[in-house]
């Protein structure tokens, strides 16, 4: 067994950091350009899903029900496509609707007129409000409360979800208006809230009487692995919780099909949908029908979606599994990081020595691989502890992901044998 990086004496690191350097320095040499900074679906990705580019067809452009997708109308979207998706996301197909391509930016309109005119069950607009922000978590969530000047109070996540303590604790106050939730492989650590969270989420005594979960359920079916875990049900559980209006759920194709013209889902309560479409009804007559009934022809079922996940999932894994490979031949026994093994989702989130984040960020950088921002995960871009580093395989092809890990793990080590011997 090696031993690890704090137990060598101040000779072994001084040595350990020189070989370290000129490794680096043959790194930086290389002139790399390599990028692990987003969660995008590769271009082999995008390739299971072109036939989609061919459809409808120009012969036969009605839904089910006749109407013609090429006209005006339709603001809940396609029935028969939310047929497909409802069951896939724990939701029923009245009980949803299908709209635009971005999931992100239903979020974003729910919220915008929650700050505007105040939701279902309140009483005033959401003006010097704040949300509970699980952590580490999705950037472009806290993006949204940060543009609408809504305070972020982060909460720690365990294994289970975030923190349930911490929750009630600070849902108790009026000010808190909602919580940021992706249950299931959530973004970056990817975790699957337990029955038990979901139970108390729904159930939560709160300050606000319009207390909202945004129930982001992006990676519904991005599994990794043969286990396909189920979430419980989020709207049942709420409902039977005397709280029908609290869930907001959101679901995307964007990681199914094409990420740049995939479709976007949200689940609620009546009160909620009618308000949410009444806003929308002023912004668009109608969603894009003919990509809803493109999505329809070319998935056909459910069971279509699983199925292309299926494929999905083979190009996938063997990046999962070079990334833990390469953190587990150079880095296990160091101790100085973990890291997760998601069993789905997108991302790996590695976790470094406080302090140690940008650090490596900026070495891995300066030698052309491109990470995402240390303190992305976490509101207004700020680690408090400068010790997470988020880790997106999925778009690189696999040599240049086996490169951009080896300068990572480089980096990483180098990082932290500086921060050691300067200590
Ligand atoms: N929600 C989460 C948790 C994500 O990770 C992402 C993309 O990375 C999105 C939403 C974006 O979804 P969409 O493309 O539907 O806007």
């Not at 939701?91 to 999931?103: D, Y």
Request: hydrophobic fraction near 45%; aromatic fraction near 6%.
């Amino acid at each position: 067994m090696r031993v690890t990086f704090a137990e060598l004496s101040q000779t072994e690191l001084s040595d350990l950091v020189a070989s370290l350097r000129a490794a680096y320095g043959e790194l930086s040499a290389r002139g790399l350009k390599l990028d692990l900074t987003r969660g995008k679906p590769s271009a082999e990705q995008l390739d299971l899903s072109t036939a989609l580019l061919d459809l409808p067809g120009s012969a036969d452009y009605r839904a089910a029900d006749g109407s013609d997708v090429r006209n005006y109308g339709g603001l809940r979207g396609l029935p028969e496509l939310r047929e497909i998706f409802a069951p896939l996301l724990g939701l029923k197909p009245e009980g949803m609707i299908a709209v635009g391509n971005s999931s992100l930016e239903l979020m974003h309109d729910y919220l915008m007129h929650a700050v505007l005119f105040g939701v279902p069950g309140g009483s005033a607009p959401w003006r010097d409000v704040a949300f509970l922000c699980p952590v580490p978590g999705y950037d472009r969530h806290f993006s949204i409360c940060a543009k609408l000047g809504m305070e972020m109070i982060p909460v720690p996540m365990t294994a289970d979800g975030p923190d349930l303590a911490e929750v009630e604790r600070l849902a108790a106050d009026p000010k808190v208006k909602g919580i940021w939730c992706v249950p299931k492989y959530s973004n970056p650590t990817g975790e699957i809230y337990s029955p038990e969270t979901v139970r108390r989420l729904a159930e939560l005594p709160t300050g606000a009487e319009d207390f909202r979960i945004f129930w982001d359920n992006a990676y519904a079916v991005h599994h990794l692995t043969d286990e396909q875990p189920e979430i419980e049900d989020i709207i049942g559980a709420a409902q039977a919780a005397g709280h029908p209006d609290r869930p907001i759920v959101f679901g995307s194709a964007s990681k199914i099909t094409l990420a740049g013209s995939g479709i976007a889902f949200l689940g609620a309560s009546d009160a909620n949908l009618d308000w949410l479409v009444g806003h929308l009804s002023k912004r668009t007559i109608g969603p894009d029908k003919i990509n809803h009934l493109r999505h329809v022809r070319f998935l056909e079922s459910p069971q279509g979606v699983l199925d292309l996940m299926a494929k999905h999932r083979a190009l996938l894994r063997p990046k999962f599994d070079l990334v833990g490979q390469a953190l587990t031949d150079e880095l296990a026994d160091t101790g100085v990081a973990s890291w997760t093994t998601p069993r789905g989702g997108y991302f790996v989130t590695l976790t470094v020595r406080p302090g140690c984040a940008s650090r490596i960020v900026e070495l891995a950088g300066q030698a052309g691989i491109a990470l995402t921002p240390a303190g992305a995960p976490f509101p207004h871009g700020k680690d408090p502890q400068d010790n997470v580093i988020r880790i997106a395989p999925t778009f690189p092809p696999l040599t240049e992901l086996a490169d951009a890990m080896a300068a990572l793990v480089l980096c990483v080590k180098l990082a932290s044998a500086e921060q050691l011997l300067a200590a």
